[in-house]
């Protein structure tokens, strides 16, 4: 027998301010390693006055783009 839960979000989740994360329900092995704390930076340190950026990653190039409306996107 397979036990599922269906989690839905309250209207109002589409206008919030940030964007949130979906938490698991499974549980931590025992004696499993706590989760490290995510590594922030500032997309200033990583674009410095240009407007793109280049990332190598597994062989393939990814470009990291700031747009006119100071939004970021990645692309393949």
Known sequence: MSLSTTLSLPVEAAALPRPFRILSLKKRPAGAAPALPVQRL???????????????HQGSEYHLRLTRNDKLILTK
């Open 42 to 56: 500032s997309s200033r340190s990583l674009l410095g006055d240009a407007r793109e950026l280049v990332i190598e």
